[in-house]
């Protein structure tokens, strides 16, 4: 069974601050490695999307990823309440299968 | 482009009874995939299809699920003899050509309940 662990939290950030999300993946051949918003009751939003070692941005979203480590996270700069959300890490395997994280519920206080 | 959509968007159903979800992808997206979402954890990766051809399949789908793709185009995720435990929010994503890179976008998903 392929792993793909979140820390559940909630993290709390006050606004404007940077919010912090990791992801830690079980299989050294994952090529591809995306991040997912999930506003509570509805499904999953595309953020973003990484496939190769460093660092990727996008707006206010950076997108981090370390294959020797199996390691990808998120930063969301200038945190807005309305990114209050849970932020779910998925990793391809063998391109054709998804394994998604439990989610990591971020709170931004105004 | 109109994005993904699933129906019904809520399903309530007895015990026993047969059920049915409809998902249809963005079109000229050649690649389905079927997710199980349940209170505070990840979707869980049910099936997957490339075009009309099944490549994938949770060994969590029990005899109980079945899905089709008929043509390519839309897809149906079939639950026969409804238990407590499959109420859940059923979620459809499609994926561009691979050469396009492998994102996914989810549809706003069936939820189930059964009773």
């Known amino acids: 069974q392929k792993e793909v662990e979140q820390n559940s939290g909630p993290l709390s950030v006050p606004e404007g601050a940077i919010a912090s999300l990791n992801c830690t993946y079980s299989?050294?051949?994952?090529?591809?490695f995306f991040w997912y918003r999930q506003y509570s009751g509805k499904s999953p939003e595309l953020i973003m999307s990484i496939y190769s070692n460093g660092d990727k941005e996008d707006g206010r979203f950076t997108a981090q990823l370390n294959k020797a480590s199996q390691y990808v996270s998120l930063l969301i700069r200038d945190s807005q309440p309305s990114d209050s959300a849970t932020y779910l890490c998925?990793?391809?395997?063998?391109?054709?299968?998804?394994?998604f994280g439990s989610g990591t519920k971020l709170n931004v206080k105004p | 482009d109109t994005g993904v959509s699933q129906d019904p968007r809520h399903k309530i159903t007895k015990r026993g009874q047969n059920v049915t979800f409809r998902c249809d992808p963005i079109?000229?997206?050649?690649?389905l995939y079927w997710y199980r979402q349940t209170l505070g954890q990840g979707p869980e990766f049910l099936t997957y299809f490339q075009n009309e051809a099944q490549l994938e399949k949770s060994r969590l789908l029990s005899d109980r699920f079945s899905a089709e793709r008929p043509k390519g185009s839309f897809s149906t995720l079939e639950i026969q003899r409804t238990e407590q435990g499959d109420s859940a929010m059923y979620l459809c994503a499609s994926s561009p050509r691979s050469e396009s890179g492998y994102e996914q976008y989810f549809g706003p998903g069936t939820r189930l309940t059964v009773t």
């Open positions: 998925a990793v391809l395997y063998n391109f054709n299968k998804f394994y």
């Open positions: 299989d050294r051949v994952s090529q591809s």
């Open positions: 079109s000229e997206h050649n690649r």
